[in-house]
């Protein structure tokens, strides 16, 4: 990445975008944040590239709960672990799981084994942590985190339906009014989701 306009840091120097490097790029940026940017943060929010974010959703959905406390929020799916664990898509850890997470690390580098996928490889090491995903649907069983594309959500067409822990039907009713985060987004739509966010003025406002 050579945008100088927004803040990054380059962890990994061989610049691979392989996805089975995921779980290692991960555990190393957690360490990195923590220790070396600030470790004055509430939240920590991991995603994907091909994930949009609204982050003012996100705001308000984390008001209620105690950053000094435990929890790992996204979409959850039912499969491999006993306590299931959330898509990479997106996955917010809160202040004390980010420090519980390094204090482990530190005192023994491979407290999180390595798997090839790295949202199974997350929640496998927090689990020995007894840290495990929360639900993050509303009060009406809508969904706030998108692990599919939206048609794929809208339509119900998911290729692993099974996967997830908390139901869906279909249409717009499967959506929470305070959606967070939606997932499989191309460039062009994640400027048009832009758009229609933050541009375009709807009709109670004219």
């Known amino acids: 990445m050579n945008d100088t306009s927004i803040v990054h840091y380059s962890l990994w120097t061989t610049n691979t975008t ?18 070396n940017i600030s470790d004055k943060f509430d939240w ?17 959905f984390l008001k209620k709960y105690n950053p000094k406390e435990p929890h790992f ?20 850890f809160s202040y004390e799981t980010v420090r519980l997470l390094n204090e482990a690390l530190n005192k023994d580098s491979n407290f999180c084994e390595y798997h090839v996928y790295e949202d199974l ?25 998108l692990p599919y594309n939206f048609q794929e959500m809208y339509y119900n067409t998911l290729d692993a339906p099974g996967w997830l822990k908390d139901p869906i039907g279909k ?15 191309q460039p ?14 709807n009709a109670s406002d004219c």
């Not at 929010?45 to 959703?57: C, L, P, R, V, W």
């Not at 490889?121 to 985190?145: S, V």
């Not at 249409?171 to 987004?185: A, K, N, R």
Request: glycine share 6%; aromatic share 14%.
């Open 121 to 145: 490889g997350i929640a496998q090491c927090l689990a020995k942590l007894n840290i495990f995903p929360e639900k993050t649907t509303d009060e009406n069983g809508k969904h706030r985190f």
């Open 188 to 201: 062009n739509d994640m400027l048009l989701i832009e758009a229609m966010l933050y541009k375009v003025r």
């Open 171 to 185: 249409g717009f009713d499967i959506f929470s009014p305070s959606l967070v985060q939606l997932h499989h987004v």
């Open 18 to 35: 392989k996805s089975l490097d995921a779980h290692n790029k991960t555990i190393r940026a957690w360490k990195y944040v923590f220790n």
């Open 44 to 60: 920590y929010y991991k995603a994907d590239d091909d994930t949009y974010m609204i982050s003012e959703k996100m705001r308000e």
């Open 73 to 92: 929020f996204g979409a959850r799916f039912k499969m491999y672990l006993k306590n299931g664990y959330n898509s990479g898509a997106g996955m917010i």
